[in-house]
């Protein structure tokens, strides 16, 4: 779901900023020149600019802009926040020259520009405008400045009416609404880029778009690329205006108000219903037997598979439908429906991938404890490899002083050859907010040496994309070395599965 395609931003150009400075000055500064009378003296002439407002960032921005025309402003506070108001801040200038520049600048150009209108409607919107219920509104009393706003949004495609304020003194107060609901609003807020972050709050907003949101193909890009996992503090990202929703296990503990560190590992959510949603989701016709990933969120053969039988369900309803599947997992129970994933791998498709960090079996207990020693995992990716059905190895995640030295790279590609893999592939630890601090936790329990190293290197969610392109390098090498070719899609004529892309990293810690 989404809005459809963002619209580019402005160009910070030399039309925006006066458009912008028009905007801003007309709606809410103070612009005049005045004469005035001083007992015993001769009449003086005032020449004053000031701007004042509660939110710093548009004043901030109007100031920057009044420097880049060599118009300096003196900041100062206008008033002092009390029990129901902000406080205040200002800018000014009170010499003749710097005023008369003020307003040349702000001055109605004859045949505005576009990016001055862009400008002009972001300085109004930050001086009179308002963006409550989801409806965008500017206000104002001044035929000119209202006439301005209709023809800025006219001429940028918007769609508009104005309103006579209920309780206007002869009708003189009026808003210029902005029509077209949600997607007209972010466009808006693209395409002028107001300066006030509290006006473009969308937060809470339904998400209601005509655009054409549907997949439309998916296609080989035939070279091997890094992929890149984003994930945002509340599990969604946008991208180009298209909302999704990316969750983990441990996150989803916290979701559901359970702890995702200290708990995690001895309370499993089943969803005993998920073979029969399953079933009949890939009973729609709509459904074109695209490839099945399973294990990407949590291992799909936890201990308790051994009684629900959950997992074994879903790959009967998948090979029913003629759907290939790709499973990522560390539990040799697995091998149990052997017989299935034979039937897939000779029908539409399957590949299983067994994700092995080191060979090591001390360092295996110490970051694995509650899932079968590599050794095991292999010999079950053998069995499975020996009964025809594909077998991979996903190298990861690698550890940082752990588990990244050549040598230990070394013996897992070794091994994954030797035992079978047809594949292999890489990836560095990635922390999110939950996993970090349960990481964090096993540093601090046994290699606390290691913590001024890993503060370094994650401050972020991700290591350093020169870490993560070193250990690449090093195991495309081990790779070439030990025969692995990257897997082609025609590899078997009769399957569509043998994914391009790497599987998603498992939760290192119960």
């Given at each position: ?26 709606g ?49 506070l206008f ?9 205040v ?17 702000v ?25 409550e ?14 006439d ?69 193909s ?6 091997e ?50 073979p ?11 459904w074109t037997?695209?490839e ?5 969120a ?63 079996a ?12 590599p ?18 190895v ?9 588990t ?22 890489t ?17 601090e329990?046994?290699?606390p040496e290691?913590?001024p ?7 972020g ?45 498992l939760?290192?810690l119960?």
């Open positions: 779901m989404g809005v459809g395609r963002f619209t580019p931003q402005p160009q910070k150009n030399s039309d925006y900023m006066r458009g912008y400075l028009a905007g801003l000055i007309h809410d500064g103070c612009l005049t020149t005045y004469s005035q009378a001083r007992p015993g003296h001769r009449h003086s002439i005032v020449h004053q600019f000031r701007l004042a407002l509660t939110d710093t960032e548009a004043l901030r921005r109007a100031e920057s802009y009044l420097r880049e025309y060599d118009i300096p402003t003196r900041a100062f008033s002092g926040p009390t029990a129901q108001h902000r406080a801040h200002a800018i000014r200038a009170q010499t003749r020259s710097l005023v008369e520049a003020v307003r040349f600048l001055d109605w150009p004859g045949v505005p520009p576009e990016d001055w209108w862009k400008g002009f409607l972001a300085g109004i919107f930050d001086a009179e405008g308002g963006h219920h989801g409806v965008i509104r500017i206000a104002n009393t001044d035929e000119v400045i209202l301005h706003v209709r023809r800025g949004l006219t001429r940028l495609g918007f769609h508009h009416v104005t309103e006579v304020h209920a309780r206007s003194c002869e009708g003189r107060l009026k808003y210029v609404r902005v029509r077209g609901g949600l997607p007209e609003t972010i466009r808006f807020f693209h395409t002028v880029a107001p300066a006030i972050s509290r006006k473009r709050d969308i937060e809470g907003r339904a998400v209601k778009s005509g655009a054409a949101l549907r997949v439309v998916i296609e080989p890009l035939s070279r690329v890094e992929l890149v996992d984003i994930t945002t503090g509340t599990g969604d990202f946008v991208a180009n205006g298209v909302i999704s929703h990316n969750c983990y296990a441990r996150r989803t503990h916290w979701f559901l108000d359970q702890d995702g560190v200290n708990g995690w590992g001895s309370r499993i959510f089943v969803k005993i219903n998920a029969e949603v399953l079933r009949r989701e890939l009973a729609q016709p709509s037997h695209e099945v990933h399973l294990g990407t949590t291992d799909p053969y936890q201990p308790a598979e051994g009684a629900y039988k959950i997992s074994r369900q879903i790959l009967e309803a998948l090979l029913a439908a003629r759907t290939p599947v790709d499973i990522v997992t560390r539990s040799t129970m697995v091998v149990r429906d052997v017989d299935i994933l034979r039937q897939l791998a000779d029908g539409p498709g399957a590949m299983v991938c067994f994700s092995i960090a080191t060979m090591d001390a360092v295996a207990r110490e970051i694995e404890p509650d899932v079968p020693p050794l095991r995992r292999l010999e079950a990716l053998r069995s499975l490899a020996q009964a025809g059905v594909p077998v991979a996903l190298l990861a995640p690698v550890l940082p002083g752990i990244d030295q050549p040598k230990q790279l070394a013996a897992v590609v070794e091994a994954a050859k030797e035992y079978g893999a047809s594949s292999l592939w990836n560095a630890l990635h922390l999110g907010d939950v996993t970090r601090q349960a990481f964090f936790h096993y540093l329990q046994r290699r290691l913590i190293q890993y503060e370094r290197m994650y401050r969610k991700y290591a350093p994309s020169s870490y993560r392109r070193h250990v690449q390098e090093i195991v495309a090498v081990l790779k070439a070395k030990h025969g692995f070719r990257a897997p082609r899609a025609d590899s078997r004529p009769n399957q569509k599965v043998a994914s391009l892309s790497a599987p998603q990293q939760s290192l119960p």
